[in-house]
């Protein structure tokens, strides 16, 4: 069974004007898309073709000879998971238990946005920021290329993209710009405390 390009959550446009059609087109139809047949390409014919997506990231994690398969299935769970932290008319202000504990890590949820985007900022190159749950405390992490909390003790609640194809043709180069636009319209803070309640158990 080859690994799937699962559908997005929403219409190519229904993110504008925040994130537009165009990006999506590319950064889903193209960049996603390419993972996923690259993915397909590499497993064929391996034992990993008939494994879950993620037993062959947990497996392929930190192999030297397994490099390629592993960014490729890293890339299409990552971005899976991207697309589910951004809903149509998204944005405002967290709810529930995650409100509260944001609110107890760092303030407000203003601190916690201006927080997120020094880590996207301190992000060197291509990779991801994450909002986890660890060890009993919400964090901030990165990730560096196509490195993913799925393996490790963190469960991840939302992440934010921030390889340039993500943002360029909507933001150029300003990717602080960009994950502030993320935080004003685009998160689902409602799927992040969905996953902050099955994490925290
Ligand atoms: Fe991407």
Known sequence: MAFELLPLPYAEDALEPAYSARTISFHYGKHH???VDKLNELAAGTELADLSLDDVI???AGQADKTAIF???AQVWNHTFFW???KPAGGGAPE???AIKINETWGDVTKFVEAFKTAALGRFGSGWVWLVWEGGKLKITSTLNAETPLVGA???LLTVDVW???YY???QNLRPAYVQAFFDSLVSWDEALTRFLASKG
């Open 33 to 35: 898309k390419t993972y």
């Open 58 to 60: 947990r497996k392929t």
């Open 71 to 73: 960014n490729n299935a």
């Open 84 to 86: 589910n932290s951004m």
């Open 96 to 98: 529930g238990e995650l």
């Open 154 to 156: 963190a469960k991840p």
């Open 164 to 166: 340039e194809h993500a």
């Open 169 to 171: 043709l909507d933001y």
